[in-house]
T-cell receptor
Framework: GDSVTQMEGPVTLSEEAFLTINCTYT??????LFWYVQYPGEGLQLLLK?????DKGSNKGFEATYRKETTSFHLEKGSVQVSDSAVYFC???????????FGTGTSLTVIP | GAVVSQHPSWVICKSGTSVKIECRSL??????MFWYRQFPKQSLMLMAT?????????EQGVEKDKFLINHASLTLSTLTVTSAHPEDSSFYIC?????????????FGDGTRLSIL
């Protein structure tokens, strides 16, 4: 069945460092891919999405490109800030749009 | 943008009590809503898919008599934890996507922290 494999954390970076959180997926058909962010004590928020191959989602300096050839959707940010400290979830919506699969989440801590 | 409101945000109650959690889509219609449970330091676990006007679809291992789901309208789904016990303590999150639109992201409520004493 469909699934998402996400890089394990926790990840600790210094402010202004480059961030990559790896995410790969297994799916039939043409899924949509998402990154969600969960700040401490809050619910999940959609960070970015991509609905077809080669699409690049971007928001708040974060980017991820839907790579069908490598079945990946890695999250990147060129210069992280302390305020980016959160848990990041990679997710997949199957081709029907009725089923969601989440990665295990990656905790990011950015230190000044 | 699409907003999902979840209520209450935090509830503490005695063992044996039944607790109802509401999930509302405020500015869009949602034929399908999802209920998740999050254990500490773990990812969300899908509990059930709530379908407006019909019975919910439960994931394997989730007791449907324990977690009652009602989706009476296009903007409201409720999850009732019946006869709650300490092991039911968790963070419950609902989500919804706009009806009749393909590949729409899920919009999440802020979650309900349930603590059973």
């Amino acid at each position: 069945g469909d699934s998402v494999t996400q890089m394990e954390g926790p990840v600790t970076l210094s402010e202004e460092a480059f961030l990559t959180i790896n995410c790969t997926y297994t799916a039939t058909g043409y899924p949509s891919l998402f990154w969600y962010v969960q700040y401490p004590g809050e619910g999940l928020q959609l960070l970015l999405k991509a609905t077809k191959a080669d699409d690049k989602g971007s928001n708040k300096g974060f980017e991820a490109t839907y790579r069908k050839e490598t079945t990946s959707f890695h999250l990147e940010k060129g210069s992280v800030q302390v305020s980016d400290s959160a848990v990041y979830f990679c997710a997949l919506s199957d081709w029907t749009g009725n089923q969601f699969y989440f990665g295990t989440g990656t905790s990011l801590t950015v230190i000044p | 943008g699409a907003v999902v409101s979840q209520h209450p945000s935090w509830v503490i109650c005695k063992s044996g009590t039944s607790v109802k959690i509401e999930c509302r889509s405020l500015d869009f219609q949602a034929t399908t809503m999802f209920w998740y449970r999050q254990f500490p330091k773990q990812s969300l676990m899908l509990m059930a898919t709530s379908n407006e006007g019909s019975k919910a679809t439960y994931e394997q291992g989730v007791e449907k008599d324990k977690f009652l789901i009602n989706h009476a309208s296009l903007t409201l789904s409720t999850l009732t934890v019946t006869s709650a016990h300490p092991e039911d303590s968790s963070f419950y999150i609902c989500s919804a996507s706009e009806a009749a639109r393909d590949n729409q992201p899920q919009h999440f409520g802020d979650g309900t922290r349930l603590s059973i004493l």
